[in-house]
């Protein structure tokens, strides 16, 4: 008989690309293709791929539509563009004199 602690290995929070694929029904090859293009959310433990699965749920209501308005939205702030000095150009007897 297996232990509570065995059984719950299955349901780890923090996945590699195997349980990961598993938990969502693709291939890992497909999993590894979208983590490559940062279409998943995934990170590198190493030279592996991690999954939490908190973080794929959110991703699936997100995808499916879903939006849980308990949790606030993140607003960030614009970032401002950086302002250009500009030089005062005056032309006299045709020829530009930079001042």
């Known amino acids: 008989m297996k ?13 590699d690309i195997r349980q ?13 293709k979208y983590a490559s293009d940062a279409f998943i959310p995934a990170f590198k433990l190493g030279n592996r791929w991690r999954f939490r699965r908190s973080r794929l749920d959110e991703w699936m209501d997100r995808q499916s539509g879903i939006v849980d308005e308990e949790q606030p939205k993140v607003v960030r702030p614009k970032q401002k563009k950086p302002v250009r000095g500009v030089r005062a150009v005056t032309r006299r007897n045709g020829a530009a004199k930079v001042s």
């Open 3 to 15: 232990s509570s602690a065995a059984r719950v290995t299955g349901l780890r929070e923090v996945m």
């Open 20 to 32: 990961a694929s598993d938990y969502l029904g693709i291939s890992p090859d497909t999993l590894y």
